[in-house]
């Protein structure tokens, strides 16, 4: 059994997400992901909400986690990779995803959009070269006349444009996804996969074990997978205040549910049966009390959990 680090997922209101931070710090876990979320009262810019939380917090890591590359420019996604690397270094993570907002979003944005999978890859492939790569000039104490040589050199024919700023580059991104495909193109990049159990459209449990697989099967070194689900004092309230959340929509039961202990087991099982190296957990709920309380009363179960399975 691999060392796991213990991660929260904030998808909550972003007014909040400081405050959630703050907590988990106080409890132990090591990161917290923020993530990219089109709606009327969500964020959708994970990069200002990380640069909020790493200046208030003294040791928590931050995950961008799932910036939305279909609909955002590569040259600039990597312009704020490395920003954010340069001012907090090893604490920030970035993480992309594949998902396509809703049509309405989309016409909101105007932009050209990465549709099929073969045009997200390219994506991610000028992504990688983006980010991944020093600026090919050096600093000096003329950045002036630099900067504007290495304008005149961008005007060339074929000229391929620099991302800084340079110092403190970033090793590499994770890449979110939930399909076999996904994991194959994430180990081929050497890259992070993060594998979303919950969003997962996998109704059997085998078949999303298959996705993680496949992932170290390509060669894939770091997994991290998202959980989600419901604690609660017993097992029956747990399962009805899954119903009312739910209301009919999903059919798949959370990642966990049921009394602490139970929910702890079960997380414990998932990290066992992928192999994973981060759990990263989603409380079922929009009250940020009921947020903390269930990540406070996860923590130390969860560990225990883990070190048995590792004896």
Not at 147 to 163: C, G, I, W
Not at 177 to 193: D, I, K, M, N
Not at 233 to 255: C, F, Y
Request: charged letters at 25%; hydrophobic letters at 40%.
């Amino acid at each position: 059994m691999r060392n796991v680090t213990f991660s929260v997922l904030d998808t909550g209101r972003p007014e909040e997400t400081v405050k959630l931070a703050h907590h988990i710090e106080a409890i132990g876990y090591d990161r917290i992901w923020v993530t990219e979320h089109h709606t009327d009262i969500q964020s959708a810019c994970p990069s200002i909400m990380a640069a909020a939380v790493l200046t208030s917090t003294k040791r928590l890591s931050v995950t961008v986690g799932g910036v939305l590359a279909r609909i955002h420019s590569p040259f600039v996604i990597a312009e704020q990779l490395k920003l954010l690397a340069k001012l907090f270094g090893s604490r920030i993570q970035f993480g992309v995803a594949g998902t396509l907002p809703d049509s309405h979003i989309l016409d909101g944005i105007g932009e050209s959009f990465a549709v099929s999978p073969e045009e997200y890859r390219q994506r991610l492939l000028q992504l990688r070269d983006f980010a991944l790569s020093t600026p090919s000039f050096e600093s000096s104490d003329n950045d002036v006349a630099n900067s504007r040589q290495r304008s005149k050199d961008l005007a060339q024919p074929n000229a391929t444009p620099t991302v800084g700023p340079s110092g403190s580059e970033p090793a590499s991104f994770c890449v979110c996804g939930t399909s076999e495909g996904s994991a194959t193109f994430t180990a081929e990049l050497e890259f992070p996969f993060a594998f979303h159990d919950f969003l997962s459209p996998q109704e059997r449990k085998e078949d999303r074990l298959a996705v993680c697989r496949k992932y170290r099967a390509a060669g894939g070194d770091k997994l991290s997978v998202a959980v989600s689900g419901l604690c609660a004092a017993s097992t029956s309230e747990a399962e009805q205040l899954w119903e009312e959340i739910n209301q009919g929509r999903h059919t798949r039961r959370p990642s966990f549910l049921g009394t602490v202990e139970a929910a702890a087991a079960q997380v414990a099982t998932i990290a066992r049966e992928t192999t994973a190296d981060e759990i990263v957990v989603q409380p079922l709920s929009l009250d940020l009390e009921t947020r903390v309380a269930t990540l406070d009363d996860l923590y130390k179960p969860l560990r225990v959990q883990l070190a048995q399975q590792k004896r």
